[in-house]
């Protein structure tokens, strides 16, 4: 039940797009996206929420489509620091309800090239 | 401040050994969180507590134990590892918890522990 990121892997020129996404095969009740650079701890950028979308970080931003269960995060005019891999997580996995932890995709690596 | 800090950075340990990891915020989270995460993979959670009580042990071997003393801090007693639980131990906290929670869970920045 572990969500799907898709693609596995990307190679951008900076100023270019991307998407990312993150399907699920449970409810979604919201989706947790996180960017990790090598060596380093995961850093939250944004939360989508069932029935919305938040923009969180620089000029990174999501959406969320409850029937497909699939969020997707775009990156827009790239730069060199959105280089590393984004995790989409969610939760709901463990307790069905109670306290939970993330439940996080495989991870889509990002590099960008200038 | 969403600052959760990690001790040590580094550790070094033989199966025969004992150590603990240890972690600590001061946001007034009342929900934190063990991962373990090996090279090229997500995060995989251990345990969450909630409140200061256990809440999930996610089938971890019994030669981890966690412990959250009071509400800032958690650690993870480690005694006779295996060379396969070498990895990146990540602590996390978040506001509030539960199936709908739209609470960010903080990282700390972990602790790369080798085992022998």
């Known amino acids: 039940q572990q969500p799907v990121q898709s693609p596995q892997a990307v190679i951008l020129r900076e100023g270019e797009d991307a998407v990312i996404n993150c399907s699920s095969s449970k409810a979604l009740y919201s989706v947790h996206w996180y960017r990790q650079k090598h060596g380093e701890a995961p850093v939250f950028l944004m939360i989508?929420?069932?029935?919305?979308e938040q923009k969180g970080h620089e000029k990174i931003s999501a959406s969320f489509n409850e029937k497909k269960q699939q969020s997707s995060l775009y990156l827009t005019a790239s730069q060199l620091s959105y280089s590393g891999t984004y995790f989409c997580g969610i939760l709901g996995l463990y307790s069905g309800g109670g306290a939970d932890g993330l439940t996080f995709g495989k991870g889509t690596h990002l590099i960008i090239q200038p | 401040d969403t600052e959760v800090t990690q001790t040590p950075k580094h550790l070094v340990m033989g199966m025969t050994n004992k150590k603990s990891l240890k972690c600590e915020q001061h946001?007034?989270?009342?929900?934190m969180y063990w991962y373990k995460q090996k090279a090229k993979k997500p995060p995989e959670l251990m345990f969450v507590?909630?409140?200061?009580?256990?809440?999930i042990n996610e089938s971890v071997p019994s030669r981890f134990s966690p412990e959250c003393p009071n509400s800032s801090l958690l650690n993870l007693h480690l005694h006779a590892l295996q060379p396969e639980d070498s990895a990146l131990y990540l602590c996390a906290s978040s506001r509030v918890i539960g199936l709908a929670s739209t609470d960010t869970q903080y990282f700390g920045p972990g602790t790369r522990l080798t085992v022998l």
């Open positions: 507590y909630s409140y200061e009580k256990l809440s």
């Open positions: 989508l929420l069932k029935g919305g």
């Open positions: 946001m007034g989270h009342r929900a």
